[in-house]
């Protein structure tokens, strides 16, 4: 279990931990822009990439002013032990690489989440930088969710379906 953390020690452990879950975000990303057996899928992942590279560029140096430096803490760290595990099979199945995708769209909400609390805190602060680009980290990735999870239901309905007629016949 982590320390208590509150002040600057929780801002710092905030940024940490996006830092961190956002490098998964950028490793998954590369994997399943190659890997992906959906083409749709993949074309999206591979623009979501370099988004999200500039992201974590901007969140390392904005980090640093408050002392992060990417640490994963215990959600972080499941969080990138859980897409290295899922992303190292993608390539092996589509229901690998469906795993994968989840585990990449549940990594992209939980950006949404601190994004959102780190422009409260910032505007709290009166740290207007840090406010516009937590603002941003958090339209981009509530956009990439939403368009992953549309990209996923219908790898889902891909999957479920592809062994044609029988699929079908037992569905019924």
């Given at each position: 279990?982590?320390?208590?953390?509150?002040?600057?020690?929780?801002?710092?452990?905030?940024?940490?931990?996006?830092?961190?879950?956002?490098?998964?975000?950028?490793?998954?990303?590369?994997?399943?822009?190659?890997?992906?057996?959906?083409?749709?899928?993949?074309?999206?992942?591979?623009?979501?990439?370099?988004?999200?590279?500039?992201?974590?560029?901007?969140?390392?140096?904005?980090?640093?002013r408050f002392g992060a430096t990417g640490k994963a803490e215990e959600v972080a760290a499941?969080?990138?032990?859980?897409?290295?595990?899922?992303?190292?099979?993608?390539?092996?199945?589509?229901?690998?690489?469906?795993?994968?995708?989840?585990?990449?769209?549940?990594?992209?909400?939980?950006?949404?989440?601190?994004?959102?609390?780190?422009?409260?805190?910032?505007?709290?602060?009166?740290?207007?930088?840090?406010?516009?680009?937590?603002?941003?980290?958090?339209?981009?990735?509530k956009s990439e969710a939403e368009e992953l999870s549309t990209l996923l239901a219908q790898?889902?309905?891909?999957?479920?379906?592809?062994?044609?007629?029988g699929a079908k016949a037992a569905a019924r």
């Amino acid at each position: 279990m982590g320390e208590s953390k509150t002040g600057q020690a929780f801002i710092q452990h905030e940024f940490d931990e996006a830092i961190a879950v956002h490098q998964a975000i950028v490793e998954a990303e590369r994997i399943l822009a190659e890997s992906h057996p959906d083409k749709a899928a993949k074309t999206a992942i591979g623009r979501m990439l370099k988004d999200d590279e500039a992201c974590l560029r901007q969140l390392k140096q904005l980090g640093g002013r408050f002392g992060a430096t990417g640490k994963a803490e215990e959600v972080a760290a499941a969080m990138q032990e859980l897409s290295e595990t899922t992303t190292k099979s993608a390539d092996e199945a589509p229901s690998e690489a469906y795993e994968a995708h989840a585990v990449l769209l549940t990594m992209l909400r939980k950006q949404q989440d601190s994004s959102a609390a780190m422009a409260k805190i910032a505007q709290e602060l009166g740290d207007r930088e840090v406010k516009d680009a937590a603002t941003a980290m958090q339209k981009t990735t509530k956009s990439e969710a939403e368009e992953l999870s549309t990209l996923l239901a219908q790898l889902a309905v891909t999957i479920a379906t592809e062994s044609g007629a029988g699929a079908k016949a037992a569905a019924r």
